[in-house]
């Protein structure tokens, strides 16, 4: 697929299949969240898998225990999750090394937490691949994160930044916030000045 068809048909999916997804790209996904920028090549990140039915079913368990009244009852249906998780202490460790030149590993010292923006940019890579492979996907957060945490055995030192639901779509209704509409070029970019 085209790079620009990627772009124009990237789209959160509510309603999935129960098809699985084919193992070969479930790999391609996440090969291709790893080539993600990083501030000073850090890599400060790490992916939770979940593509076995029973660990999917926990995942719902945990995170969404009440699905009854979503009003997205094919989203459950999604055989694949990926929890993209920032670790910023790589982060503060990678610039206290003798190429970074700082000595120090304060938080202070960074303007924005890029350990988030970096694992962000990770999930976007996830979210492309998911589109040029054929499928869909819905990023959405996770409210009790501790809880999350045990059930999945997470280290603190690793943030969940959200949870990407992956599988094949199935018909559903647009969300309601597609009716705002898309805000114009002209509305969001300011050149040579605001």
């Known amino acids: 697929m085209e790079f620009q068809d990627v772009i124009r048909k990237r789209k959160m999916v509510r309603s999935f299949t129960t098809e699985p997804v084919d193992p070969a790209v479930v790999e391609l996904i996440m090969e291709n969240a790893i080539r993600a920028p ?16 029973e660990d ?11 699905r009854d009244n979503t009003g997205w009852p ?3 249906n999604a055989p694949v999750i990926v929890v993209p998780m920032s670790h910023k202490q790589a ?21 924005s937490p890029f350990w988030t923006i970096d694992t962000s940019f990770a999930a976007q890579n996830i979210l492309l691949t998911v589109v040029d492979q054929g499928v869909g996907a819905l ?10 945490r045990d059930a999945f055995g997470v ?12 599988g094949h779509p199935a018909p559903d209704r647009p969300s309601p916030s597609l009716k705002r509409g898309r805000r114009p070029v002209e509305n969001v970019v300011h050149r040579g000045r605001w």
């Open 38 to 53: 990083s501030a000073g090549f850090s890599q400060g990140w790490g992916f939770l898998l979940l593509d076995q039915p």
């Open 74 to 76: 094919g989203l459950f």
């Open 91 to 111: 982060y503060l460790d990678r610039y206290a090394e003798p190429d970074k030149g700082w000595t120090d590993k304060a938080e202070s010292r960074w303007p």
């Open 155 to 166: 280290p603190e030192e690793y943030d969940p930044v959200g949870a990407i639901a992956i």
């Open 56 to 66: 999917v079913e926990r995942f719902w368990q945990v995170t969404w225990p009440e």
């Open 139 to 148: 990023y959405f957060g996770i409210t009790d994160i501790p809880k999350f």
